[in-house]
């Protein structure tokens, strides 16, 4: 673990600026946090999270009487559960109106087919309990009312991780209230509630499901003792790109590896959508919903994050890795539970601090060489690489890939570019890992090398990237570019130094 950061300052909440859930005069290594206050405050408002166990939540029965659906929540969850049958007809039981149309076939499947005859009876006997109980602590152990962190806030939210683990308990369990619409007030956030996770019969999902029961199994045998911090940050003032004169950082490229695992200690990047967690809950199983899935720590920022701006990122740390993987996508599966190591700071946070950044998506191949759009991409990486009150030899390193590859169409050569652009300007070294593209890191290692030879600055890279559109992509009348991105910027600078065709 490289000692690049400063020993912090005590925690304390800062009202407007960082909502802390637990008592900080208590906080010590291996005891569990305590929560603060001592008893539940409701808010049931615009500006904090509705809680299920609000007095305010409410539904209706006969006629105009209301009746609270906490307490229908309690009831029903406190029956004893024999199938997967008896757990939907619970859900729906308090979710009563999506009766119709929510689906629970994955998780049929991997009650009935997946699971061994005695793991069924460990899952409705003891795990399924134990998580019931954790969620119905839920105005036991959240407290405080929990800010939505909305658009064009920086603000923090520090939260223990059995806090953490009643939130995601409730959120397996379906109970949070009013997420359940696109019609409601929360249509510009994430889904929380698992519903779309028992859905449809899929292996990709059966995956998902084994990987977030070790998650549950692992915390509800050993109470966490942890705290994890959400910080939505907000870049007002974005660098003049054009006149940088910073020199570029150290890169160190590879193919192989990933960042979870050879990016420890430094910086790591999600490489997110802008609802972050993407398809999580869902379908989804690329490289954002993978770091959510074996740290699932990170779906709870999904109850409050507003979806990201052009200009914002969110950043975690103190995030737990529950479970090791193989494959990816379609080939993803659990591979067992993983024993996380990670030393804590004085926060009794993981060393693990993950950003995620959310990248344009394109249609057209050439758009995202205009400079609007390169712009935006430089504008979002610093945004999520700077750290304005650290000084720059304190700062680790970023763990970063093909960021805004993939199915968002971005060209990998332009993305590492810009990345490292964003990295030099935010003082900060790069890794990159290519995920088995050996000809990506050769070409990537050869123009960061031409680069610093040269003594090239962020700005005139800057420069050649405009360059490059306008003479090459503006007019251009194919589809993909005559002469590609990194030829231009070698033929520009020494053509005669350019090492061979790109």
């Not at 910027?489 to 061979?500: R, V």
Request: hydrophobic share 35%.
């Amino acid at each position: 673990m490289p000692k690049c950061g400063q020993r912090l300052p005590p925690l304390k909440d800062v009202p407007g600026h960082h909502t802390v859930m637990i008592r900080t005069d208590l906080l010590q290594n291996g005891t569990t946090p305590v929560s603060y206050p001592s008893r539940f405050v409701d808010a049931w408002d615009d500006v904090h999270v509705k809680m299920p166990c609000s007095k305010m939540n409410l539904f209706p029965v006969e006629g105009t009487e209301l009746q609270s659906r906490w307490e229908l929540i309690r009831k029903t969850l406190k029956r004893k559960f024999t199938s997967s049958n008896d757990l939907k007809d619970a859900i729906l039981k308090y979710n009563a109106a999506h009766a119709k149309r929510w689906d629970f076939t994955a998780l049929h499947l991997y009650c009935i087919k997946v699971l061994e005859p005695a793991a069924v009876e460990h899952l409705f006997a003891s795990l399924l309990p134990d998580v019931v109980q954790l969620a119905l602590r839920a105005s036991e152990l959240c407290t405080k009312p929990i800010p939505l962190l909305k658009e064009g806030m920086t603000h923090s939210i520090t939260m223990s991780q059995e806090q953490v683990a009643c939130l995601l308990a409730n959120a397996f369990l379906c109970t949070f209230p009013r997420r359940n619409s696109r019609k409601s007030e929360y249509t510009n956030y994430p889904d929380i509630n698992f519903c779309r996770l028992f859905e449809r019969a899929s292996s990709r999902k059966i995956e998902k499901l084994k990987t977030l029961m070790c998650y549950f199994q692992n915390i509800t045998e050993q109470r966490p003792t942890g705290l994890v911090t959400f910080t939505r940050k907000s870049l007002d003032t974005p660098p003049s790109w054009e006149s940088s004169q910073t020199p570029l950082t150290n890169l160190h490229i590879t193919c192989e590896g990933t960042i979870e695992e050879d990016g420890y200690g430094m910086l790591q990047v999600d490489f997110a959508n802008r609802f972050v967690g993407g398809g999580v809950t869902g379908s989804g199983l690329v490289q954002e919903e993978i770091r959510f899935l074996i740290n699932p720590e990170l779906i709870v920022s999904r109850l409050f994050t507003e979806a990201l701006n052009h200009n914002e990122c969110l950043i975690i740390t103190g995030t737990q890795q529950y479970s090791k993987y193989t494959g990816y996508a379609q080939s993803y599966k659990w591979n067992g539970s993983c024993h996380d190591t990670t030393p804590r700071d004085n926060w009794q946070r993981n060393c693990t601090e993950i950003v995620a950044i959310d990248a344009l998506q394109f249609r057209n191949f050439l758009e995202q060489f205009h400079p609007t759009k390169i712009n935006r991409e430089l504008n979002k990486a610093y945004c999520g690489f700077s750290r304005p009150e650290e000084k720059s030899e304190n700062l680790s390193a970023v763990a970063t890939g093909n960021w805004g590859c993939g199915v968002f169409g971005g060209d990998s050569r332009l993305k590492a570019l810009l990345q490292m652009l964003a990295a030099s300007e935010a003082g900060r070294d790069v890794a990159y890992f290519t995920f088995g593209d050996s000809e990506l890191m050769k070409d990537v290692h050869d123009m960061h090398h031409f680069l610093s030879q040269k003594n090239v600055s962020v700005g005139e890279v800057f420069g050649l990237l405009g360059q490059y559109y306008s003479s090459v992509c503006k007019h251009c009348p194919t589809r993909l570019p005559g002469v590609s991105l990194y030829s231009f910027i070698y033929q520009q600078l020494d053509s005669g130094s350019a090492p061979g065709p790109r």
